[in-house]
Nanobody, 120 residues
């Protein structure tokens, strides 16, 4: 069973930065798509960014130019670097992986999540 483990969440002030990491128990090259989702309290889930097997990301408009994703095949990790954080970025962030394409939009594997809180 594939395991995805997120780390790096925490509490920051508006305008600060934070990095998240997702470590996979298996070779991430087996996944056609990996992604970060988030879910705020009382709100639905949002796809923050997806990364296809070619390494091409697709960001939600709400985080474009503030969030960046990277993939490290040697460590089987993907990371999410978040800059200029806003209170509305407060959410539980989840790493997900799919055996299908990003366009398919179905994710087989999920991490447990890591909390990000942005507050002054």
């Amino acid at each position: 069973q594939v395991q995805l483990t997120e780390s790096g969440g925490g509490s920051v002030r508006p305008g600060e930065s934070l990095g998240l990491s997702c470590s996979a128990s298996e070779d991430i090259d087996r996944f056609s798509c990996m992604a970060w989702f988030r879910q705020g309290l009382g709100s639905g889930g949002e796809l923050v960014v997806s990364l296809n097997s070619d390494g091409i990301p697709k960001f939600a408009d709400s985080v474009k130019d503030r969030f960046f994703i990277a993939r490290d095949r040697t460590k089987n990790t993907i990371s999410l670097q978040m800059y200029n954080l806003k209170p509305e970025d407060t959410a539980m962030y989840y790493c997900a992986a799919s055996s299908g394409s990003c366009a398919w939009g179905v994710y087989n594997f999920w991490g447990q999540g890591t909390q990000v809180t942005v507050s002054s």
